[in-house]
């Protein structure tokens, strides 16, 4: 299957990866809040070994694994919280949980840079998992599962992409940001939120979870978060010297390449509510 896909070009793969992968995904939200909680703790988890893979070519040790659970039990925890089946005080099994980063660390007699990669560690918990843990938050935030909520904001997202994706290629002339991203450039953001913006619009007749004038916000929100969320991904790729975050999405890269602006979007997004709603 992967020999066919790579016979053919990368706009066909990105095509039919992008088919396969917003069928999985719909699905998944739209038949319960448990498999919605699943998905994102699979993506969530694949996208942080990936994280920690790439600092490991550029000869950094982070705690990939453990790393990575402590993540997982980020997210468990939030939608566990959320859904009210624990109490709040669940929280605080983070703390020694993260502590323990300290102390593998200590016995780790060949790490030449522990604290460098102790920080790597927690960077991945950060930038990476935490961000995929407030999505619980935001799809539960009303006491509710909202799926609507959530594929609004990955609508947005995917139209964001895809309209600066097709302007950037057609009609992409000045240069976003040329030291980070050589390919991105103003026509294509522009086309982004042309993009964002109509699906914004139809989202207030399809969507009356939240107000017209919410859906509009966070379909801003997610045109600049997510731009930079792409812009600070090219740059972490950049520093290590490497094109694409991996080869797992035919066509799109790796987990941190299709989701890169959703990790920086999510905070936004549900602090916007939080305050607003």
């Known amino acids: 299957m992967r020999q066919r896909l790579a016979e053919l070009s990368n706009l066909q793969q990105r095509v039919i990866a992008a088919i396969f992968g917003v069928a999985v995904i719909l699905f998944c939200i739209s038949y319960s809040v448990y498999t919605f909680a699943l998905l994102f703790l699979v993506i969530s988890a694949l996208a942080q070994i990936e994280f920690y893979r790439l600092l490991g070519l550029d000869g950094n040790q982070p705690l990939t694994y453990y790393g ?7 997210s468990v925890l939030t939608f566990l919280v959320e859904t009210g089946i624990v109490a709040e005080s669940a929280y605080y099994l983070i703390s020694p949980a993260s502590s323990m980063i300290f102390l593998i660390k200590l016995y780790k007699k060949k790490d030449m840079k522990p604290f460098t990669n102790i920080g790597f560690t927690f960077l991945g918990i950060i930038y990476v998992g935490i961000p995929f843990a407030l999505l619980n938050v935001l799809a539960l935030r009303t006491g509710t599962y909202q799926p609507n909520v959530i594929l609004g904001c990955l609508f947005l997202l995917w139209a964001s992409d895809i309209g600066a994706y097709f302007a950037g290629t057609k009609f992409g002339r000045r240069k976003l940001f040329e030291r980070v991203s050589p390919k991105k450039s103003w026509e294509g953001s522009i086309g982004g939120a042309i993009a964002a913006g109509l699906v914004a619009l139809a989202l207030t007749w399809y969507a009356p979870e939240l107000t017209p004038w919410q859906w509009y916000c966070i379909g801003a929100i997610i ?32 987990f941190l390449d299709r989701f890169d602006g959703l990790l920086l979007a999510a905070p936004f997004i549900l602090t916007f509510l939080k305050l607003f709603a």
């Open 223 to 254: 045109v600049v978060t997510g731009t930079y969320g792409d812009l600070v991904e090219s740059l972490f790729k950049r520093s290590i010297a490497i094109k694409d975050s991996g080869t797992s999405i035919p066509g799109h890269g790796g």
């Open 68 to 74: 990575t659970v402590v993540g997982c039990l980020v």
